[in-house]
């Protein structure tokens, strides 16, 4: 199949590999190679394409890069996932520049990001967070049913030993049809484009690149520890969001405000019109947000 | 024989078959099931022992993730195998009792909580200061016996909030703790307030002992 285009999604210029733990984390870049580096992290079951109209905007000023993390994309699979691993691959990327970097994350990168920056501060100039704010406050109900809750993940655990690749689907059509009931926003010709570069044709059909063991996750975090984590964050922050309600964003004020509350030197923006993939609704707005924010 | 847990497959040691009601030997940080030697002389039924993921003859995991809910799904494997066992831990692999025998109450009558290495894992709540990165720095800790992944060292970096265990602990059919005079987590004293958890003071040899009288009064053996 011809690979899809889109108004204004530029092909990345440059590709390569970073290892970390032992895994091929896959970078893909944008831009003057000399110019100062601005590293991208993508959400949740997305890859670094995610970021196709929007890195092109950045390269007239920035060497841009998007990676893929562990699991997503064209990274390779690993035996488990967590969030510290994660956290890993980012600094693993941002250690290859060989110059400090800006960090701009959407969704769970904007985590990524924030806490790379932590980790990490030497390598780290500012940080974009669009829209990765965490998940909103367990429920009581939730917190009470932690065990019953912990059954489940070991159901899932038990089954994942015959199914550790997705079933292919009979075309293209069917991956783009599941995308969009999630992400009803996103128009269908972005769709298109982002899906050929999240899925793979084989003998047996398409098939999703993204680890299905990614789902698989169980421990104590809780929400309440964004917050101590962020009031420890010495780069600056632009805190990003769409004005949309969305399937999973924006979090109301009053639960973003106090998580935002200790970051030392914060700004904020809103983007009209956008739900939560707020650089792929609203690229060139969000672009100008992130250049006039970023240090040159 | 060998167990399969997602990609990583598993040692599981049978070391006593026999009939009886059965037991499941879930080992320390850097262990394997080579210290339960002396367990089948102690039981009265058939004994197992699991080398974890990274452990023993165990695989290492690809791309180095340790963490006890995954130690848990090791543990449910092997307990999927046996069918109804109870449960004794040591160390992390006492931890990994605890989430087990509550995730799973219907199959475990009982656990065992004994200490060892790795049994208090990186406190009760996470430290913000440190860096994210320190669960993936073996030079931070003592060394790890040859063998064992050095990625294992993250099991001493895990926060274990008390609220987190006391779940676990209040879902569980039967917890015995193991007393011996030393240091105790703070996870380990919310599990032993749950109405159904028991501590002993003594040795090794006692509270098996005492697992044993609770697990064939439970009876539905293999």
Same mark, same amino acid.
């Given at each position: 199949m011809v690979a899809p285009t889109f108004p204004g999604a530029v092909e990345p210029e440059r590709?390569? =590999?970073?290892?970390? *733990?032992?895994?091929?984390?896959?970078?893909?870049?944008?831009?003057?190679?000399?110019?100062?580096?601005?590293?991208?992290?993508?959400?949740?079951?997305?890859?670094?394409?995610? =970021?196709?109209?929007?890195?092109?905007?950045?390269?007239?000023?920035?060497?841009?890069?998007?990676?893929?993390?562990?699991?997503?994309?064209?990274?390779?699979?690993?035996?488990?996932?967590?969030?510290?691993?994660?956290?890993?691959?980012?600094?693993?990327?941002?250690?290859?520049?060989?110059?400090?970097?800006? /960090?701009?994350?959407?969704?769970?990168?904007?985590?990524?990001?924030?806490?790379?920056?932590?980790?990490?501060?030497?390598?780290?100039?500012?940080?974009?967070?669009?829209?990765?704010?965490?998940?909103?406050?367990?429920?009581?109900?939730?917190?009470?049913?932690?065990?019953?809750?912990?059954?489940?993940?070991?159901?899932?655990?038990?089954?994942?030993?015959?199914?550790?690749?997705?079933?292919?689907?009979?075309?293209?059509?069917?991956?783009?049809?599941?995308?969009?009931?999630?992400?009803?926003? /996103?128009?269908?010709?972005? *769709?298109?484009?982002?899906?050929?570069?999240?899925?793979?044709?084989?003998?047996?059909?398409?098939?999703?690149?993204?680890?299905?063991?990614?789902?698989?996750?169980?421990?104590?975090?809780?929400?309440?520890?964004?917050?101590?984590?962020?009031?420890?964050?010495?780069?600056?922050? /632009?805190?990003?969001?769409?004005?949309?309600?969305?399937?999973?964003?924006?979090?109301?004020?009053?639960?973003?405000?106090?998580?935002?509350?200790?970051?030392?030197?914060?700004?904020?923006?809103?983007?009209?019109?956008?739900?939560?993939?707020?650089?792929?609704?609203?690229?060139?707005?969000?672009?100008?947000?992130? /250049?006039?924010?970023?240090?040159? | 024989m060998r167990l399969r847990h997602a990609r990583t497959e598993l040692e599981l040691h049978e070391l006593s078959p026999r009939d009886g009601p059965a037991l499941l030997l879930l080992h320390a940080l850097g262990g394997s099931s080579a210290e339960w030697s002396e367990a089948p002389a102690l039981w009265p039924g058939p004994v197992f022992a699991l080398d974890f993921c990274g452990h023993g003859g165990s695989d290492w995991v690809r791309g180095g993730i340790y963490q006890p809910e995954m130690l848990a799904g090791d543990a449910d494997v092997a307990l999927a195998h046996v069918g109804v066992a109870a449960l004794a831990g040591a160390g992390v692999g006492a931890y990994v009792a605890l989430l087990l025998a509550g995730g799973r109450p219907e199959p475990v009558p009982a656990a065992l909580l004994l200490p060892g290495r790795g049994l208090a894992g990186g406190g009760p709540r996470p430290d913000f200061d440190r860096s994210m990165l320190t669960p993936f720095t073996p030079s931070a800790r003592p060394p790890l016996p040859a063998g064992c992944d050095p990625l294992c060292g993250a099991l001493e970096c895990d926060p274990r909030p008390p609220d987190y265990a006391a779940a676990f602990a209040a879902r569980a059919r039967r917890l015995v703790l193991l007393e011996d005079g030393d240091p105790r987590p703070p996870w380990w004293a919310a599990a032993q307030r749950a109405p159904t958890a028991e501590s002993l003071d003594g040795d090794v040899r006692r509270a098996l002992a005492r697992l044993a009288e609770i697990a064939t009064a439970h009876g539905g053996h293999r």
């Open positions: 590709e390569r =590999f970073v290892e970390s *733990l032992g895994l091929r984390i896959h970078v893909v870049e944008w831009g003057d190679p000399a110019a100062p580096p601005v590293l991208l992290c993508h959400g949740f079951w997305d890859h670094a394409r995610s =970021f196709a109209t929007l890195a092109p905007l950045l390269a007239e000023r920035f060497r841009v890069a998007a990676m893929d993390g562990s699991g997503h994309g064209d990274s390779d699979w690993a035996g488990a996932y967590m969030w510290a691993g994660h956290i890993h691959d980012v600094v693993a990327v941002l250690g290859s520049f060989g110059a400090p970097a800006h /960090l701009v994350g959407h969704s769970m990168g904007g985590g990524h990001v924030t806490d790379a920056a932590r980790t990490a501060p030497e390598l780290v100039r500012q940080v974009v967070n669009i829209d990765g704010f965490g998940p909103p406050p367990l429920t009581p109900a939730e917190e009470a049913q932690v065990a019953e809750r912990f059954t489940g993940f070991l159901d899932q655990r038990r089954a994942a030993a015959s199914r550790l690749d997705w079933r292919p689907y009979p075309s293209l059509d069917h991956l783009i049809e599941r995308r969009r009931a999630q992400n009803p926003r /996103l128009t269908p010709a972005w *769709l298109r484009y982002f899906v050929f570069h999240a899925a793979r044709e084989t003998a047996a059909g398409w098939c999703w690149k993204a680890d299905p063991l990614l789902a698989h996750g169980f421990g104590p975090w809780r929400p309440d520890w964004i917050a101590p984590g962020y009031a420890r964050l010495r780069a600056p922050m /632009l805190a990003v969001v769409g004005s949309e309600d969305d399937t999973w964003g924006p979090l109301p004020d009053a639960i973003i405000g106090p998580r935002l509350a200790g970051v030392a030197r914060l700004e904020r923006a809103t983007i009209a019109g956008a739900g939560h993939f707020v650089h792929v609704e609203r690229p060139r707005e969000t672009a100008r947000a992130i /250049l006039d924010y970023l240090e040159p | -």
